[in-house]
């Protein structure tokens, strides 16, 4: 047997966790296996944390006139960047609802939203909208060159809202609301 097929055939073997997990469940079951962890409150308040960042300099940036926009590309540059790391700060947000809650696999990133959709964390119309966010995240990363920063400037004076609604629908349902102070 030659050596790289013996480091093959150990490697398969030692990483096939597969009868392990068959083995696991027919003995103690389906539901009893399937591991959940909690939502981390931590994890989602910081993506808020760096949310609000990039969405306090998106504001900023819509202050600007579309010509002026237009003719800054270094203004352009930022906006594209705040922009794609906004919607990538909802969409770890949303994966990690999806693994704690132990949802079904999203098969891309706009399914991620519409995982949330189905089991009821948002309605359809703010689904929608956070999908074509997804698709708009992915062109900003593959197609950039594609982009027409005339519809940059138009994303952030109108749809800033809709990760901003993504944020409220969040919080309301999966971070306890602040204990009220206790007077002495």
Do not use: W
């Not at 790289?4 to 103690?28: C, G, S």
């Not at 306090?56 to 906006?79: E, H, N, Q, Y």
């Amino acid at each position: 047997m030659k050596r790289i097929d013996f480091e093959t055939q150990i490697r398969k073997a030692y990483f096939d966790f597969l009868p392990v997990i068959q083995h696991t469940k027919m003995h103690i079951g389906k539901e009893r296996f399937r591991c959940r962890v909690m939502i981390s409150a931590e994890k989602i308040t910081d993506k808020f944390g760096q949310l609000d960042e990039f969405l306090a300099i998106l504001k900023g940036m819509r202050k600007t006139p579309v010509g002026k926009f237009l003719k800054d590309k270094i203004l352009i540059g930022s906006a594209k960047y705040y922009l794609q790391v906004s919607v990538e700060c909802c969409l770890d947000i949303a994966n990690h609802i999806i693994a704690a809650e132990g949802f079904r696999a999203p098969k891309d990133y706009a399914d991620s939203f519409k995982v949330l959709e189905e089991q009821g964390v948002f309605d359809e119309e703010l689904g929608m909208k956070l999908r074509q966010m997804a698709k708009f995240r992915n062109r900003l990363v593959h197609l950039y060159g594609e982009i027409d920063d005339g519809y940059v400037h138009e994303f952030i004076e109108k749809d800033l809202r809709d990760i901003l609604n993504f944020k409220a629908v969040i919080a309301a349902k999966f971070l306890a609301p602040p204990e009220p102070k206790q007077s002495k």
